[in-house]
């Protein structure tokens, strides 16, 4: 099948003409990881109803990436989602000669999206507090944010922008590397070990990622198509196989040892819940109320709050 992508679809739109752009190799290797990554959804998904429902968590999460990214290389695949943007450095090298380079916006929608699943997949196995999850998402927004703005910036000040996006990677870096390894020794040896795996391998590919805006969008030193190629690996790497590493990990590790009880509708309610007495909420030093029966949140790690009732639960 003939791709004509780049004749349907010139390296023209509303912004104007791109004279640094892909060529249909790059639309090819584009389309071939849109590809991998629908086939990697499809297997995850497959692989989360084996299991109960209470324990596909990791499985949604880890489609929900591979989803969006398929998406997101659709659009690139087919020459879309790109704006023109003059380049800071005008090179001699015919493969960068021109004015104005082809940035694809769509990638960064895709890891806006896609980087904070990637780190809540990473951060629940290692049974993070919720706020230190969610202000290392919100660092990690930055990152990704300061990437874009940089990328749409023709004056050396995008180089201010990359500097702010580096700093917020070492932050996440950090987080990875030391807080959410040392939660995650302490669950257990399996859960560390799958921790350890996946945690080394995202660290290493995003600090490549600076790397290559560096040489495509920041510095105009490789091709289009080289960079469809140096992102679409790293893509692949953190994405598809980085899930693959993960769920196979997880195959044996309940997430309520993670801090996520997640209560199914069928499940039996929880005694106590409901219909309590007047002496229901007393306990003694131990946590068991008056009935003999625990009284819930007493005899569980401080950090975890059980919300089975409405169906969620995790770590605050």
Request: charged fraction near 15%.
């Amino acid at each position: 099948m003939v791709n004509n992508a780049i004749n349907t679809n010139p390296h023209i739109n509303s912004g104007g003409a791109a004279d640094i752009a892909i060529t249909t190799h790059g639309s090819n290797v584009y389309w071939a990881v849109c590809a991998i990554m629908t086939v990697a959804t499809l297997a995850f998904i497959g692989l989360g109803y084996t299991k109960p429902r209470t324990h596909r968590v990791f499985h949604y999460i880890t489609a929900a990436i591979t989803m969006v990214a398929a998406i997101a290389y659709f659009t690139m695949g087919a020459n879309l989602g790109w704006t023109p943007i003059e380049v800071e450095y005008k090179r001699s090298n015919p493969r960068v000669s021109g004015l104005y380079r082809e940035i694809f916006y769509v990638r960064y929608i895709d890891w806006i999206i896609t980087t904070p699943l990637l780190l809540m997949d990473l951060l629940l196995t290692a049974g993070l507090p919720w706020p230190t999850i969610l202000f290392t998402i919100l660092v990690n927004e930055v990152m990704i944010v300061t990437g874009l703005v940089g990328a749409l910036v023709r004056s050396e000040y995008k180089w201010g922008f990359f500097t702010f996006g580096c700093v917020a990677l070492l932050y996440v870096i950090w987080v990875l590397g030391w807080v959410a390894r040392k939660h995650a020794s302490r669950i257990g040896k399996d859960v560390a070990s799958v921790y350890l795996r996946c945690g080394v391998l995202t660290m290493f590919l995003w600090f490549l990622y600076p790397i290559a805006w560096g040489l495509s969008e920041g510095g105009n030193v490789i091709a289009p198509d080289s960079e469809a190629a140096f992102y679409s690996v790293l893509d692949v790497l953190a994405k598809p196989v980085f899930g693959i590493l993960l769920l196979l990990g997880h195959n044996k590790i309940d997430p309520g040892r993670l801090g996520l009880r997640i209560r199914d509708y069928d499940d039996h309610p929880i005694q106590g819940s409901t219909h309590a007495g007047p002496h229901s909420g007393e306990k003694h030093g131990n946590g068991v109320g008056h009935d003999g029966t625990d009284v819930a949140g007493t005899n569980r790690p401080a950090n975890v709050v059980d919300t089975t009732a409405t169906g969620t639960g995790s770590h605050v």
